[in-house]
Structures are given as structure tokens and as C-alpha cells.
């Protein structure tokens, strides 16, 4: 329980964690209670489910797990036979096709699908911007 302790480490760790924004709770279009507001109207879309499903063990190992996500972007860049490119952008687009082929299956150009908006804030969260902008949804 002293200085060199297990727990006095955890507790160090604890404190020194910055805080995450609670979502609010008055989103008359949120169901799961974990969504944010997003840039437009069109994007404010969520999971509609009780448990939201970014609290999934599935959607944690398929799109938000790094290992995964690198052998996506890698198999991604071999089919288009271009350099990988591990950036947090890479990561971020690879974790939302890895959530909308896991939801809805292939999607393409003329078949897009609006991602919920607690997927989109945790996958953000998870694989930030450096800048902090975000390109949102494009129907195209």
C-alpha cells in the first residue's frame, strides 16, 4: 500500500487521466444515451439500441482494435497497390469501413450509409485528428 505498491501506481494513473465529455442526455434523437451532437442535422443518427453498440465486445475487436485495423489498411493498400500508410486518418477510415461492412456489408460510390453518430465520436476519440476537424459524412 506504499510508494512501490500495485494500487498506489493504479491510483496514480487514475488521477492523471484526462476526462472524457459525458454525452448529454437531452438528444431527443438519441436512444443509447452515449451519441453527441455532430456537424449537420443528416449525421445525428444513433445505434437505437439500449446497450449501445459501441460497448460491444465485437465492435471493440473489429474496429477499434489497432492490430485489426493495420491488417485492414494493409490489405486495403495492396489491393490498390499503393505504400500503406498507418496515419490516424488511416486508422480512423479503416475503423468506420470495418463498422459499416460489419453493419450493413458492402457499401460503395451510389450506396453510403449514415454511421451512428456514438460509432463516429468513439472512433474519433479512439483515432483523433491532429487538428481536430473531421471530414463528416459525404453521400458521393
Known sequence: MGRGSLDFAKQLVVENLPEEPSPPSDLPWCQCRVCFPMETEQENVC???RQCITSYRTF??????RDILEVCIKARCDIRAVEFNFSMESFRKAAYR????WKHGKLGRGNRRV????????IQQAYPSADGR???FRNS
Request: glycine share 4%.
Open 60 to 65: 471493440n475487436n473489429i474496429c477499434l482494435n
Open 134 to 136: 473531421y471530414m463528416g
Open 115 to 122: 454511421l451512428p453518430a456514438c460509432v463516429v465520436t468513439l
Open 98 to 101: 470495418q463498422f459499416a461492412l
Open 47 to 49: 445505434c437505437k439500441k
